[in-house]
């Protein structure tokens, strides 16, 4: 087990008896202690330095009231600024476009992209009572057709079918066509990924966008990646403008380090968390929970 970063200040801090304000030694002494949290937390390491220099410079001068100690006085400093770091607040999901509201889901296969598209299908049936309607663009593996095809029909909403074969942008403007048709308030569309980054979905993903015009492209990324969720986030940043993003698999035993790595390199706000297979483990993110998560 990991020493969290709270243990790891009280440790090297707290026999420091500090008065008045935090001084230069202490943060330097802090902020190693930090950069050893946040690297065990697999945060990707440019953004560990970035974060730990605006940071000091925060810290520099940080008061240390009576009740405080210079470690307790440090770690408010880090979960202010990690959490503002996370977006700060909640982000909903844009629906007040003209319907069908259209969402683009993007990211590399076994993301949990299609376990995602039938989760938010579910939210949004449910609580926020729209009608919905799912399309497969995966024409690579008809087992991810028939998985969307079983996941969605058990939360009960609309699957407009597909097939190997098909070209996927014709899929994609059929089911919107279709989803106009039927007056769906939302259409999500989700699309084939590849096991890593390459230019060929890159365009097709690209090509989809340009074909739909989403209100909504989410990058969804397994949290258990780490240090790859970086940089492909900013494989797929670079080539979408992306609305948001969800992680996945943070019931896993993952830090959370992989938000603030891709909410920095992506400066996209995490709009949800995946934390289980089945189709209710949805949750909305919080920075601050997050924050907390990471400082441990
Ligand atoms: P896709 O290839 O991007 O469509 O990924 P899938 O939706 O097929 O998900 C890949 C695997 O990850 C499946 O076994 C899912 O059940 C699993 N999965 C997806 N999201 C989560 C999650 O939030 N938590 C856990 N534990 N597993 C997940």
């Not at 996927?168 to 403007?173: L, M």
């Not at 066509?177 to 690209?206: H, N, P, S, W």
Request: proline letters at 4%; one cysteine or more.
């Amino acid at each position: 087990m990991f020493e969290s970063l709270t243990q790891r200040l009280t440790r090297t801090l707290d026999s420091i008896r500090g008065q008045g304000r935090l001084t230069e030694d202490q943060i330097n002494t802090a902020a190693r202690e930090l950069r050893m949290a946040l690297l065990e937390a697999d945060v990707a390491l440019p953004v560990i330095k970035s974060f730990i220099d605006k940071l000091k410079a925060r810290a520099l001068g940080a008061e240390i009231t009576q009740s405080l100690t210079p470690g307790q006085a440090f770690l408010r400093v880090v979960q202010h600024e990690l959490t503002e770091a996370l977006g700060g607040t909640s982000e909903p999901l844009n629906l007040r476009a003209q319907p069908p509201v259209v969402i683009l889901m993007a990211g590399l296969q076994g993301s949990g992209k299609t376990t995602t598209t039938a989760k938010l299908a579910r939210r949004l049936k449910e609580d926020d009572k729209k009608s919905v309607v799912v399309v497969s663009c995966d024409v690579y593996r008809p087992a991810a057709i028939e998985q969307l095809r079983i996941v969605a029909t058990g939360v009960g909403v609309d699957v407009f079918p597909s097939a190997v074969g098909q070209d996927p942008i014709q899929i994609a403007k059929d089911a919107l066509a279709y989803a106009r048709k039927q007056f769906a308030d939302v259409l999500i569309v989700d699309t084939a990924g590849r096991t890593t980054v390459d230019q060929e979905m890159m365009a097709e993903i690209a090509a989809l966008h340009a074909a739909v015009q989403p209100t909504e492209t989410l990058f969804v990324v397994d949290s258990m990646t780490g240090q790859d969720a970086a940089n492909t986030a900013k494989a797929f940043a670079d080539v979408l403008p992306l609305t948001g993003v969800v992680l996945t698999k943070v019931d896993g035993d993952s830090r959370g380090g992989a938000a603030l790595s891709v909410r920095t390199v992506t400066g996209r706000p995490i709009k949800f968390l995946g934390v289980g297979e089945k189709t209710d483990k949805l949750e909305v993110f919080h920075p601050d929970r997050i924050a907390n998560r990471i400082i441990g």
